[in-house]
């Protein structure tokens, strides 16, 4: 059974208070997605011939490869939605929201590496190491790093709200949050005494971190109040940890087609998922329950949280 | 012939207006490395029990093993100390002075990865993915770069001057700087139509950007004028182009045990470097005029810069 049905099995997942159409909502995020990707390309060295630019045309190549693979770009587009929600406008939280696709994509680009998941293919495409090499792989993530935080300082105004952004971009990607995870995935790997707590603790470093990060610098950059900061935050955590139980869900019954990678890696791997520990039924139902509660916490924000409400039931019954 | 009595063949390189004896330099400079240290020790992650913090205790062990190899400070040293030339304090500067040190140890963790450079040794101790392995490597060099922006946006203040110093840092290490110059590094590698000119805008970018950074950094936290931010700016500039080509000299004719490294590895690697395209007294008689422009340009300082003067004159001595 596909994820994609889930919802016909379960309560209604679209509450009547909603104001958007699935077709509005799908409008809203795909409009913000090509905000996103124009960002993107002005903010990514151009492929200019050698001595042309400071930044080498393979490296530069690397980059946008990657960058530009296509890919849902749910972090920024989150970003934008929270500012918006918060009363500031797409633009003030772009750099943000380009920071966190670099940051997202860098993490692929390791994370694929032959010493770590040795992954061939990736948004069905070769990898960055097979595409080019593992040392220009290596390079291009970390030049993607090192550019969302230079993004970032440059254009995200005032001063407060700039640094506000690279701490939450750090503290969500460093040793505690997503490179812990994976360090803490890696170990994991073949362990046999797997509970849901371990699992939940490493999810919400090597996945949650980098889905609530959004949420809370969309709050930054429109220097929202303490109470909406919360609200959001407390949404986020819960759609990331819902999005990591539908990913592990897709992985045990995904359409290797539409996901692009192969499918049952994760559990070929000997690592620990959701349905692995709880079984599938209930992982379902553990998704819902916090797809509900990150509706809860936005009440905060009113109607103008509408399209996060109606994106958080959507996370539910994505295919890939 | 040592490059250590290099000074001795050449116009005392201690000009008589000096207020600092080499003496003090030493106490001065082994002052602030300690402060360094103490600081370093305080910002990388504890190595905790499974479960007792956010950072697995392998990434922690990792990080610090390559942070705390030893190594001289010098990038920390001089943000503490071009930051107290323009009236700031150490403690205004530190954060900074330890982002440095963080960025300089995870760019040498990568480079080091059998996809790189494939070193075995470092500072005489074995590499960070011999002692640890490839994944670790690569993670804890992740984490390291992270970590650097997170303390830097903590601990810097005002938050304008927080913006600029991860500006700097961003800049220095990133596609455009450090990076870029790691790559464009690699791909010079085995080709024979080296000049100088190319292996300067390499080095302007692989070694020299992350030494001018320090300068621009303890300007920034000090906000100094635009006129002292940029004698510092090319001070930084030419002492590490200095630095360098110290670095190719002490390759050809270095002792190993004193380097912690294999002398002549860039030479068998086919690398372009100053004494193979310039000659040995070339390289030695640039080195001397960089170090002569970098005192130059500290004149708007005047006696606040003593130490940094003395400084560059020592490089020219230095043995490791």
Do not use: N
């Amino acid at each position: 059974m596909e994820i994609s049905r889930l919802d016909s099995r379960l309560p209604s997942p679209m509450p009547t208070t909603t104001t958007q159409s699935p077709s509005t909502l799908k409008a809203v995020m795909e409009r913000a997605r090509q905000q996103v990707d124009s960002a993107l390309d002005r903010y990514l060295p151009a492929v200019e011939p050698e001595g042309q630019s400071a930044c080498p045309a393979r490296l530069a190549e690397a980059m946008r490869y990657s960058v530009q693979a296509g890919g849902k770009r749910l972090r920024p587009v989150l970003a934008l939605l929270a500012a918006k929600a918060c009363g500031a406008s797409e633009a003030d939280a772009m750099a943000s929201a380009c920071a966190l696709e670099m940051v997202h994509t860098y993490s692929l680009i390791h994370d694929d590496l032959p010493a770590m998941d040795d992954d061939d293919l990736r948004r069905g495409r070769p990898t960055c190491h097979k595409a080019f090499d593992e040392a220009t792989a290596i390079l291009a993530g970390d030049a993607l790093l090192t550019l969302a935080f230079e993004i970032v300082a440059k254009d995200t105004h005032p001063a407060p709200a700039a640094v506000r952004c690279i701490q939450i971009l750090a503290e969500a990607s460093g040793p505690m949050g997503m490179v812990g995870g994976q360090m803490a995935d890696l170990e994991a790997e073949g362990r046999t005494d797997g509970t849901v707590e371990r699992l939940e603790a490493i999810h919400r470093r090597k996945t949650g971190a980098l889905l609530m990060a959004p949420l809370c610098m969309g709050a930054a950059v429109a220097q929202a109040s303490v109470e909406v900061t919360q609200g959001l935050e407390r949404y986020g955590r819960s759609i990331g940890l819902a999005f990591q139980i539908i990913d592990d869900l897709l992985d045990v019954q995904g359409d290797e087609a539409k996901l692009g990678k192969r499918a049952q890696k994760d559990s070929d791997l000997g690592k620990w998922t959701y349905p692995g520990l709880l079984g599938i039924q209930a992982s379902r139902d553990k998704a819902q329950a916090l797809a509900d509660d990150a509706v809860k916490a936005l009440a905060p924000l009113g109607e103008k949280a509408a399209v996060l409400r109606d994106l958080a039931w959507t996370l539910l019954e994505r295919d890939r």
